[in-house]
């Protein structure tokens, strides 16, 4: 990756994303991004291939001595172009419903490579993964546990399963994607889990075949994912003797930087281990390694964020400048629904002119249209001065950004743009407002 020159500070993103100016313009990749906006409007979604390939292949070299498997999170970003880019780098999947499933076939993924979490399967979800051969069912519940037998033997088929175990660690993440804590809906207890294990294997339609875990999203230390590892390690020998299976999922959640004023301008921050608000696959892999080597086990990775966060921006047009006693408010042409993360858990993104800014910021709020306070995207923030016609890009929104997005007050979803080098691809098409009403009808058909 090369150093990027992003915002006010430069370099601050050397080794996560291939956004940058270039002449004064910003690029993604080898692609100015203002023929983008004019090629295709705004609001829009723009991904860099390289981004994501990079992010991923680091990844997968930093575990190098497992035997692995990264099964990209699918709901972080579902795009079917993004899917095949990762299914082609050998990418699994961590899927959490049939939809997901479908796409992930649709992309040319494997479900051999599938794994399938969630607390809420239905019976139809179940026997779609069970048709389709899924790597494993990763099962929340005893209640799960029994309906994925009884549909399995409907079936004559063996299902495939994990028990997701619940730590109890603290991530030290936001409380809305914190999922470690024995507080949260996830998984089954330490103290239980031996229980359920005996459980399933006394289900006649049941294979054993791992145990998984996962304690929250956006974790920007080692820490907590050792801490996790560490008080498996019993349980998941003892399981492997006692039911001989072939892997342990460590979950995904390693967190990217969203705010570069956290970062620190010195290049070698990037390169160090052990610095706050960052983490890196090295701090990563040499916190696991260790302990994760002398299992003998397969050993899967459930990344989203990580994979697509850094690479993707959300393009916005400015559409008007209001100015009352005590704010300026930048209203934008994207809305909440289209990028909900700062209004549903405090997301926070940093905005970047397209056309490199040369005089001095001000604090202003950038607001959406929606009719409700929260659909804002800064508050309070020092921002060049921006004026109606100018465009934007917040940064990092490739995970948890389009995937969130919804036609609340009537806005079409917005088309998705996958760069690699100067190449330009249109992988999804914004929707038309015939799309709106597609499948709605005046009186409805008489039941
Ligand atoms: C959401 C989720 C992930 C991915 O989380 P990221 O923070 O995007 O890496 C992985 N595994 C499970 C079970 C999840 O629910």
Not at 42 to 52: D, E, L, M
Not at 232 to 242: D, G, S
Not at 276 to 290: G, K, Q, V
Not at 310 to 333: E, H, M, R, W
């Amino acid at each position: 990756m090369h150093a990027v020159d992003i915002g006010f500070s430069p370099d601050h993103f050397p080794q996560v994303h291939l956004f940058s100016y270039i002449d004064g313009a910003l690029h993604c990749e080898g692609v100015n991004l203002e023929s983008v906006a004019d090629r295709f409007g705004t609001p829009a979604y723009v991904y860099s291939a390289g981004t994501i390939r990079s992010n991923f292949q680091r990844l997968n070299r930093a575990l190098d001595p497992l035997d692995r498997l990264i099964c990209f999170a699918v709901k972080a970003n579902s795009n079917l172009a993004v899917l095949n880019l990762l299914a082609r780098e050998g990418a699994g999947f961590d899927i959490v419903s049939a939809g997901e499933l479908f796409r992930v076939l649709r992309a040319g993924g494997r479900a051999d490579r599938c794994t399938f979490a969630g607390v809420g399967k239905t019976r139809e979800e179940i026997e779609y993964a069970l048709r389709e051969g899924v790597y494993c069912f990763n099962v929340e519940s005893e209640a799960e546990l029994e309906r994925i037998n009884e549909v399995a033997g409907k079936l004559g088929l063996l299902a495939p399963v994990a028990i997701r175990v619940n730590p109890d660690v603290d991530a030290r993440t936001h409380k809305f994607i914190s999922t470690g804590k024995s507080k949260n809906k996830f998984g089954i207890g330490l103290d239980r889990a031996g229980d359920v294990y005996a459980k399933a294997a006394a289900l006649p339609h049941l294979k054993i075949r791992g145990i998984q875990t996962h304690i929250g999203s956006q974790i920007l230390e080692a820490g907590p994912f050792a801490e996790a590892a560490q008080k498996l390690l019993a349980l998941v020998t003892e399981i492997k003797n006692r039911h001989d299976i072939e892997f342990f999922s460590i979950g995904g959640g390693i967190g990217i930087v969203y705010d570069p004023a956290l970062a620190s301008g010195d290049p070698a921050w990037w390169t160090s281990t052990d610095h706050p608000h960052r983490i890196t696959t090295e701090d990563y892999a040499s916190a696991l390694l260790p302990l994760l080597t002398p299992l003998g086990l397969r050993i899967l990775f459930e990344p989203g964020r990580f994979v697509v966060g850094n690479a993707g921006v959300l393009l916005s047009t400015v559409q008007y400048v209001k100015t009352t006693p005590a704010k300026t408010f930048t209203i934008v042409d994207a809305a909440m629904n289209d990028l909900i993360r700062p209004a549903l858990y405090e997301g926070w993104h940093e905005i970047v002119p397209l056309k490199k800014p040369s005089a001095p910021a001000a604090p202003m709020d950038v607001v959406g249209p929606v009719c409700e306070s929260g659909d804002f995207f800064a508050q309070d923030r020092e921002l060049p001065p921006l004026a109606p016609g100018d465009r934007i890009a917040l940064l990092s929104a490739g995970a948890y950004g389009f995937v969130m997005s919804s036609n609340y007050n009537s806005r079409p979803l917005l088309p998705e743009i996958l760069i690699e080098g100067a190449d330009v691809r249109l992988v999804r098409k914004r929707q038309t407002l015939e799309d709106l009403v597609a499948g709605e009808s005046l009186t409805g058909d008489a039941a």
